[in-house]
């Protein structure tokens, strides 16, 4: 176990990313705490960086989405 943060520290609708091999990124969504890989699967973006709504957060460079909940792509 690695800890990240105190729950309180990490705001509902907020993530940060732990730098770890692979880096790690934790959510805080739908009132639930989520840790994911950090990369996204098409082109190294970092996850941790993208936009969140619900149990989805958005790739920043082109919009894939991953379902927080498997951390698997929901579309490419």
Do not use: K
């Not at 990369?39 to 993208?50: F, I, R, V, Y």
């Not at 619900?54 to 909940?69: I, K, N, Q, S, Y």
């Amino acid at each position: 176990m690695i800890p990240v943060c105190r729950v309180e520290e990490l705001p509902p609708g907020e993530s940060v990313r732990i730098d770890t091999t692979p880096p790690i990124a934790v959510f805080h969504a739908d009132a639930e705490l989520y840790a994911i890989d950090d990369t996204c699967s098409h082109q190294d973006a970092s996850l941790s960086e993208g936009w969140l709504e619900g149990c989805l957060v958005e790739c920043p460079l082109h919009e894939a989405t991953f379902d927080l909940r498997t951390g698997h792509p929901t579309c490419l």
